[in-house]
């Protein structure tokens, strides 16, 4: 029982329940404001990148926004749900920042866009209403599953610290472990995303090991050459920047003492969503072309890697978009000049292009657009019509490759490679359609290569490797320099 008051004395009324009351929802809230800050600054952090993977997997843009937002606000609503471990508000907060992120902005996009000019419409309240709705519902989804993954972090991080608490000896354990996760698996989890898992499990470096044939390989000739390549000299990488974006440059072992030659090019597309650092990590291009150089599959040459991304856009598709990016320009009109003028090279008679999947596209593209550049083009699992939310209008016709390749001169065709593999989809299917295109239009110099594989990197690589050999065939030696001296026609 409380102590009397002693008389004369004024006592402060307590309010435990309001005072408590106050209090949680003073940190319900904060977590809530938190949860909205954390939406926004990841979705300014990675907002693009993930849109521009989800566009690269074949969604439009306004999808590719819609699943970035969802992926942001259920990483919002699991961090703070881990921090403060409160579900509800984490929720809340993370609801709200899809509300900022996606719908605002979606809504303040369709009103600025209308409809489309020059056809009769009328205006769709349900859907002003309802779209909103289903974009809440998802993004309940997504909170929801956010928090409960947050809640079992928290779980798990509050059980570890009681156990180290009570041993210990328990932190060498944990100790190792968060370096195994540092130094091996947290790589190991950005490569596969990146590049798929396959790419980190052979090396092609200057000192190969022993490769083993691919049942089915169409071009046995070039496991047999490789046997020689066990100490192939390497090559060397130069990085570059022009019109503001980079470039890497692989030149062959010798370039830097032969000064007396030139050399072919061949610019490599990567595909998307990636950079070219995709040739440098997935395709470990380097260290193939000094195996293939070092057994004379194909003769030195230049490769060029350049970065394809646009910069309103990132899915450009190697183009000159709807969206105000130039690519194929600043390929053409500026990288080609400055590598000509930069480095020993041989013109326009052994220039090359190529890529892989969207790059394929790029290269064709590029390729059928400017036949007077390019003696070879080579696509990897590529395609050969124009994304519809990439070229809009009559820029979509004269960006399909199957449609303007009818419009190349005989004299201007050159070498086409096409690859695919036997478990790609459509893309095998695209590949097949656009072969016997170019047989009916009589295009002599054609190799239709369907390897085993899927969509990735053993397909890929194979690819690559039957591509160069054939070039290889193609191409002969660099020229050298003749030696300084008189013009020729003054000689006696």
């Known amino acids: 029982m409380p102590p009397a008051a002693e008389p004369g004395s004024r006592v402060a009324p307590r309010r435990p329940a309001l005072t408590r009351l106050h209090s949680l929802a003073r940190h319900r809230l904060t977590q809530a404001a938190l949860a909205l800050a954390a939406a926004v600054v990841l979705w300014r952090l990675a907002g693009t990148g993930i849109t521009g993977w989800a566009v690269g997997l074949g969604m439009d843009e306004q999808r590719g926004a ?226 293939l150089i070092a057994t004379r599959v194909v003769p030195p040459l230049i490769a060029v890697l350049p970065d394809g991304n646009g910069q309103h856009t990132p899915d450009a598709e190697w183009g000159d978009t709807a969206h105000g990016d130039r690519v194929e320009t600043w390929l053409v009109d500026s990288v080609v000049p400055a590598i000509d003028s930069g480095y020993r090279t041989l013109g326009a008679s052994h220039r090359g292009i190529c890529g892989l999947s969207a790059g394929g596209f790029g290269a064709v593209n590029i390729a059928v657009h400017r036949p007077d550049l390019f003696s070879w083009a080579a696509s990897y699992s590529g395609y050969f019509g124009a994304r519809r939310d990439v070229f809009k209008g009559l820029s979509g016709p004269a960006n399909s490759p199957a449609l303007t390749v009818t419009h190349v001169p005989p004299v201007l065709r050159m070498p086409l490679y096409l690859g695919v593999g036997t478990g790609d989809g459509h893309y095998l299917d695209n590949n097949e359609q656009f072969a016997t295109e170019l047989r009916r239009l009589g295009w002599n110099d054609v190799s239709f290569d369907v390897v085993p594989g899927g969509h990735g990197w053993a397909a890929w690589r194979l690819e690559m490797v039957n591509s160069l050999e054939w070039l290889g065939t193609l191409w002969p030696a660099p020229a050298e320099h003749p030696t300084a001296g008189p013009p020729i026609d003054q000689v006696n």
């Open 66 to 291: 819609l699943v970035a937002s969802l992926l942001v606000v259920l990483g919002a609503s699991g961090a703070v749900t881990a921090f403060g471990g409160r579900a509800g508000p984490a929720r809340s907060g993370a609801l709200l920042g899809l509300v900022a992120v996606e719908v605002a902005p979606f809504l303040a996009s369709a009103a600025r866009s209308g409809s489309t000019a020059g056809l009769a419409t009328t205006t769709v309240p349900l859907g002003w209403v309802g779209q909103p709705l289903g974009m809440l519902l998802l993004g309940w989804v997504a909170v929801t599953a956010g928090a409960a993954l947050g809640g079992l972090l928290r779980t798990d991080l509050l059980g570890l610290r009681a156990r180290l608490r009570h041993d210990r000896r328990g932190w060498a354990p944990l100790l190792a472990g968060v370096a195994l996760v540092a130094l091996v698996a947290l790589p190991a989890a950005t490569t596969a995303l990146q590049d798929g898992s396959l790419s980190a499990l052979y090396g092609y470096g200057t000192s190969p090991s022993e490769p083993h044939p691919t049942a089915g390989h169409p071009r046995p000739g070039v496991v047999a050459v490789m046997k020689g390549a066990r100490h192939a000299p390497a090559g060397h990488l130069d990085r570059i920047r022009v019109g503001g974006r980079d470039v890497d440059v692989y030149l062959p072992n010798g370039y830097g003492t032969q000064l007396s030659t030139d050399y072919p090019v061949v610019y490599f597309l990567h595909g998307y969503p990636s950079t070219e650092t995709q040739w440098l990590s997935g395709a470990q291009l380097p260290g193939v072309l000094d195996q």
